[in-house]
């Protein structure tokens, strides 16, 4: 046990080293050109719905069920169909890179036409389609739907969205992926997730130094191409080694704003310019109340025109506080800013609207990205 504590206790600080300086994998920021995933498709029905499908002026849906009754001999007439025991669905699933037939793969389920849940229903067998047309999986099984809606004459409950649901494990594949590594063995891409040329040079010099005799050159800022001089007998081994290499990661300096949720992220190291802050409280109110102006007597002569009439009377009040002010001196951060106006009673909104008021006065020291 002690043993352990001590080997323990002589990683930390490598550990803690690595966190400080930002370092991380190749594999965590990166990946090998022609290694991704595709998309699938496909159309089918749900039975076993308990009256909650598509209704009969869904005619897509009556003639996908007569086409389904004919492939097993039954022929019925598109009239004589009226249950809402079945619904239309689009059936979408991740068909994985290297992917071989067998492998199993969860499946989404979403309703197509006016059903109102999914709940209890079973998914017939259903072919997946890539890009390209063909066929690589094929999707069948019961359906989790993770809520419901229970509904009475007058009143109706519902929890999340019934109409979509997953199938676990619920497609089968029947073809390989079609993609692999882009590359003639001697040399491959390495494609940063988010392209940026310092990164890209430090993948390189990184490259170099823990392959020897081999070639890496940034192309641009999102793309390295590693060269081997020759065909590499073991490339997967290979390509486990790149994506192993540790290097310095730069983070970008960005403010996240979401003026629908009033949510604010900011980095801890991104700084604030010195800028004077005014915020105004002004409120204006308008109240309007109508009145009823009715002439004298009950009797009138034909032809006149008295008659009654609403009188509207409108008042407006202006209600303006003191505007308070906050000094922010130089490099104060985003957080520091954000709890000095947290002082002043201004909501998160409020608080959005100052950083983009700081970011046009050209003080923030970063990217403002709103979403």
């Excluded at 550990?15 to 991380?24: C, F, H, I, P, Q």
């Excluded at 009969?56 to 009754?69: D, K, Y």
């Excluded at 081997?228 to 310095?248: C, K, M, S, T, W």
Aim: charged share 20%; glycine share 10%.
């Amino acid at each position: 046990m002690r043993v352990l504590l001590l080997l323990a206790l002589a990683c930390l600080p490598s550990l803690v080293s690595a966190a400080e300086t930002g370092d991380v994998r190749v594999k965590d920021i990166a990946r090998i050109a022609g290694v991704r995933d595709n998309p699938l498709t496909g159309y089918g029905l749900v039975f076993g719905l308990s009256g909650s499908g598509d209704s009969p002026r869904n005619r897509a849906t009556l003639q996908s069920v007569s086409n389904t009754l004919r492939n097993f001999g039954v022929n019925v007439e598109l009239g004589d169909l009226s249950s809402r025991n079945v619904a239309a669905v689009l059936v979408t699933a991740r068909l994985p890179a290297f992917a071989e037939p067998g492998q199993q793969l969860d499946v989404q389920v979403a309703s197509s036409g006016d059903a109102r849940s999914l709940v209890g229903g079973t998914l017939m067998l259903v072919p997946l389609s890539g890009p390209d047309g063909r066929v690589y999986a094929i999707a069948q099984g019961p359906i989790s739907v993770g809520g419901y809606q229970f509904e009475a004459i007058t009143a109706s409950v519902q929890k999340n969205h019934p109409t979509v649901g997953w199938i676990p494990a619920g497609a089968t594949v029947e073809q390989g992926s079609p993609l692999g590594v882009v590359g003639d063995g001697r040399s491959l891409s390495v494609l940063l997730n988010e392209p940026d040329f310092t990164v890209a040079q430090h993948m390189t010099q990184a490259i170099r130094a823990a392959l020897p005799g081999t070639t890496a050159v940034a192309d641009h800022a999102g793309k390295v191409t590693v060269g081997f001089g020759e065909e590499h007998p073991d490339l997967v081994a290979r390509i486990a080694q790149i994506e192993n290499i540790r290097i310095v990661r730069e983070r970008r300096s960005r403010v996240v704003v979401n003026e629908r949720t009033g949510t604010i992220v900011a980095g801890g190291d991104i700084r604030i310019g010195r800028v004077s802050i005014t915020h105004g409280d002004l409120r204006v109110e308008v109240n309007t109340r109508y009145s009823v102006s009715q002439p004298d007597g009950l009797l009138l002569r034909p032809g006149s025109d008295v008659r009654t009439v609403l009188v509207p009377e409108s008042r407006i009040d202006v209600q303006e506080g003191v505007a308070p002010v906050v000094s922010v001196a130089e490099g104060t951060s985003v957080a520091e800013l954000v709890s000095a106006l947290r002082t002043i009673k201004l909501t998160t909104r409020d608080v959005i609207a100052v950083l983009q008021s700081i970011k046009a006065a050209g003080a923030l020291d970063g990217e403002l990205v709103i979403q």
